[in-house]
């Protein structure tokens, strides 16, 4: 079964009701890019009128994250997934509709065949860039996601 930006929303509302709460949405999916947006609103600002850095951060690793599932999900094998470590860094104050793009579906097929092969866990690092609606880079986010095979 193919993840589709619908299936991901219902997930959220479901697994992640704060970050549907929060107002972030899969947008686009394929097996390169995701693409996540979130609206600034009172519920998911903070006390500087602009968009809660948790918010950003629960969209970009959903951008990240969502590209995960659905390669291990097309690998027909049982794998764990876990963020090990982030970084981030913010340029501009988030106001309106934000979109956090990542563009790094093309690493994780080599990280889920050598954790096959190897029976040992990989890591890999994926980046998501939260745009504003006038096209500047408002955050950025690096999360290093760590697979492993299950027994």
Request: aromatic share 8%.
């Amino acid at each position: 079964m193919k993840l589709s930006a619908g299936k991901l929303n219902k997930f959220l509302l479901i697994k992640l009701p704060i970050a549907w709460i929060s107002g972030v949405r899969v947008k686009k999916i394929n097996a390169e890019n995701c693409e996540v947006g979130v609206k600034h609103r009172w519920i998911n600002q903070n006390p500087f009128n602009s968009l809660y850095f948790a918010v950003q951060a629960m969209a970009a690793e959903l951008s990240t994250g969502a590209l995960v599932m659905g390669h291990i999900r097309e690998s027909n094998r049982k794998i764990s997934m876990l963020v090990a470590r982030n970084e981030s860094t913010f340029s501009k104050k988030a106001t309106g509709r934000i979109r956090f793009i990542c563009n790094d579906g093309h690493l994780i097929t080599d990280a889920i065949e050598k954790t096959i092969a190897t029976g040992e866990g990989q890591t890999f690092w994926m980046n998501s860039s939260g745009i504003n609606e006038d096209g500047l880079e408002v955050s950025r986010f690096r999360f290093e996601w760590t697979i492993r095979v299950k027994k």
